[in-house]
């Protein structure tokens, strides 16, 4: 007799395979990016002459194929993004014509430029500059940049410098030795080769490793880290043992209903939350007082906004997170750009919130990106080869690292609240993103919680790669909830 339940369940399995742009596009996805063959085919698993292949004419299949699928529409997404805040910042800038580093006569009629009366450092090279742009000093003319100037330009012929790809930049290539391969071997010969011991170890001197981490990735950076700078009393502990005043958006939300029947859920944990979050626009400098309506895309901090209304509770979180009281609230720059951006024609959710005032500094999205690709390569390594040592030694620097930069006992080195708030808002907006990109590809979202948990029914390999990279999810539980309202039917697929 026909198995008519295996017919079922090999039907149930069939499934149409995930569609692939075209090879042009393929390719002038992965270019747009700047990414390399080889950066994606690491990614993906896979060899750089495979990656060519797909972009030659080829197409992967199965799992893999469900993958670059997933890469090629972040990719897309990522370049729209991009374009949209491009057009965004054009449009802001009206006619204006000054620049980071502005010709003279421009900036000085602008009002941008003040004349220091002691040289500071320049945030460009370094050197004595007279001036100050935006509250950066720096110089003037190109020219008189690096030290030297337009009319002496130095004596002897500068070696050129050789560098390697890192993400969409290149880098200078360093002979140093690698920190985290050195800490985690010394930590085993010191233990002789006892691994819970040299973890313990690495564990408890993870602040200070972190720190001097830092420290050699902002080599040569642009910008020096501000260790300690005033701070408005909102970014202040109201007693020792309480809270400041800034609302992180946290998300703690469930559904409230589901339809009728049994389903199966899965609970997704999203790997390094923390650690994709240092890529997040931070204030460089002092932050500085502001009031009005307008949101500058060039600048970073805290704002005190009453939110918009929030209409789809019933499907979605609320991006702000789960509010006992109404009204205006102080909230991070992710959770200010994430209602900006929701409030768009892209997304036509609600409405723009409503800011009143500002505490923000000039920002740049890549004041930690050295930092995060060390920790992140590090993270890469050891799951490749099956080195838990390193991965609870990587976890600890980039976790304790964002945990003790507010008002710790730990971490005496690094005093930047306001950093410290904005990453952890930007892996509350991280979620909140792939929580929507789940409920666009047609699953119900059930629960999400924190920075890493996603609760989702539906087929969810077929929107997220699984695995243990960061830009993967792996599953935390499954569980069922609700009952087959059919007995009938539960009684026939028995039989």
Known sequence: ??????????????????????????????????????????????????VGGWESGRDPSGEVREKYAYFLDGA???????????????????SEETTEVAETEETEAEGESETLSVAQPCVLCGHPARHQVAGFPQHLDPGECGGGTAEEPPAEPVAPVKVVPVGRRVQTVSDEPDPIAAAVAGALAEHAGDVDAATAALVKRAIPDAMALLDSTRKGGRYDVVAHPWIPDILRKQTARGADQIWEARPKWARRELPPGAHEVTALDINGAYLSALKTHLPIGQLEHSTGFGHDRRRAGVHLITPPVWDHEAELPNPVGNRDEPGPLWVTEPTLRLLLRLSGPKYG????????????????ENLLEKFRIALKDARDRAIEQDDEVTLEYVKAMYSKFVSTMGESNYNRELYRPDWMHLIRSQAFANLWTKAYKAYGEGLTVVR?????ELHVIGDWRSVFPEGRGV???????????????DPAAAGEHEN
Do not use: W
Request: charged residues 30%; glycine residues 8%.
């Open 1 to 50: 007799m026909t198995d008519f339940g295996a017919i079922d369940a090999l039907l149930a399995g069939a499934r149409q395979e995930v569609p692939l742009p075209s090879v042009e596009v393929r390719r002038g996805l992965r270019e747009g990016l700047n990414l390399s063959r080889a950066q994606v085919a690491q990614a993906l698993g896979v060899s750089p002459s495979t």
């Open 76 to 94: 897309r997404t990522r370049l729209e993004e991009r374009a949209e805040q491009d057009a965004e910042e054009e449009a802001s800038a009206g």
């Open 349 to 364: 959710l609600c409405e723009p919130p409503e800011i009143h005032e500002s505490f923000t500094s000039g920002a740049t």
């Open 448 to 452: 999400a919680m924190g920075t890493d």
């Open 471 to 485: 830009s993967e999810v792996k599953i935390k539980d499954t569980y069922t909830v609700g009952e087959d309202t």
